[in-house]
Nanobody
């Protein structure tokens, strides 16, 4: 059974850092591009970062460019999102997802995790 499980969310002060992890199982992880997206209350889900199956190429939303870093470990079936200089507007549920192609739109991702809450507040 294909599964993605996120972890690492929590409460952090503005300016702080968090590292999210997503553990994959049940499919050939190394063949899939991976994405991190987020959804805040009352807002649409937006992709914040994506990475190719090999990890060679990455792409970021303008809102997180320079602050967030996506990476993956294909030997351990893990994808990470390092989030630095966090802002209150980064507060959202963060999801990882998998798709066969790097260019696949968010709505067509094949597998989704259940999400992890990130709250940036004093």
């Amino acid at each position: 059974q294909e599964q993605l499980v996120e972890s690492g969310g929590g409460l952090v002060q503005p300016g702080g850092s968090l590292r999210l992890a997503c553990a994959a199982s049940g499919f050939t992880f190394s063949s899939y591009a991976m994405s991190w997206s987020r959804q805040a209350p009352g807002k649409e889900r937006e992709r914040v970062a994506r990475i190719t199956s090999t990890g060679r190429f990455t792409d970021y939303a303008e809102s997180v460019e320079g602050r967030f870093t996506i990476s993956r470990d294909n030997a351990e079936n893990l994808v990470f999102l390092q989030m630095n200089k966090l802002k209150p507007e980064d507060t959202a549920v963060y999801y990882c997802s998998a798709a066969p192609f790097f260019s696949t739109g968010l709505a067509l991702q094949k597998y989704w995790g259940q999400g992890t809450q990130v709250t940036v507040s004093t």
